[in-house]
């Protein structure tokens, strides 16, 4: 007996197929991401630009306070002598510190170890020096003027009569030249008690020649350091 199959399941067994050959035929899903979802590279932040420092300032310091300049040359500055010594180069100093003080070029070496010499400014003037540091045994001790524009604490200079140092300077006594006849020492001591003197060298006339000021015993020194 020839066997049939019924509408049914004919149609079940031709959808099947239908489906089959549809699945082996698919064209594969495209999975590349649309634009839209592409994320943007990062953006890299930039380093701040590096801080250059200023260079440093390469000014001139100013000339010390101590020293002036004029025609003949660098001499004191109004009010850098005083009885405790040159502005910050009291007595006892170094010469290093004398030299720091004047804060230009001086001449002047010892000729023996801790002998006495002098510092002098330069340039000398063709008679000799205008002003001059001494220093004994390696300390500032004593400080000699012979001209009339640098003035000694208290107001004396050169040119000056014995009556006006005795006017300006209370005290002073009165010491006779040891080479100069008629010639006299005036000595006034510092009005506020210090250790400094100061010494007017007069000539015949009555008149100052030359002062220095210092300590003892360099200040009494009628020779210098010769």
């Known amino acids: 007996m020839r066997a049939y199959l019924r509408p049914t399941a004919l149609a079940f067994a031709i959808t099947i197929a239908a489906t089959a050959c549809t699945g082996r035929d698919a064209t594969p899903a495209d999975t590349t991401p649309s634009p839209a ?4 590279p990062a953006t890299m932040a930039m380093p701040p630009a590096a801080t250059v420092a200023p260079a440093p300032s390469t000014t001139a ?23 405790a010594g040159f502005g910050p180069a009291h007595w006892g100093a170094s010469e290093e510190q004398v030299r720091q003080a004047w804060g230009k070029d001086l001449d002047g070496a010892p000729s023996e170890p801790n002998g006495c010499y002098y510092l002098f400014p330069t340039p000398r003037s063709e008679g000799g020096f205008r002003f001059a540091f001494m220093v004994e045994g390696g300390h500032f001790s004593r400080l000699d003027v012979r001209v009339p524009d640098i003035t000694a604490p208290g107001g004396g200079r050169v040119g000056m009569t014995t009556a ?3 006017d300006l300077y209370k005290g002073v006594a009165e010491q006779k030249h040891k080479y100069v006849e008629g010639a006299m020492n005036l000595r006034a001591t510092d009005p506020d008690g210090g250790p400094g003197i100061a010494v007017f060298e007069t000539d015949a006339t009555g008149k100052v020649t030359a002062w220095r000021l210092g300590v003892p015993p360099q200040v009494d020194y009628v020779e210098g350091c010769s």
Do not use: S
């Open 61 to 83: 310091m100013p000339a010390p306070a101590t020293t002036t300049m004029t025609d003949t040359g660098p001499r004191p500055a109004e009010g850098a002598i005083t009885f």
């Open 164 to 166: 006006q140092i005795h």
């Open 37 to 40: 979802t592409v994320a943007a």
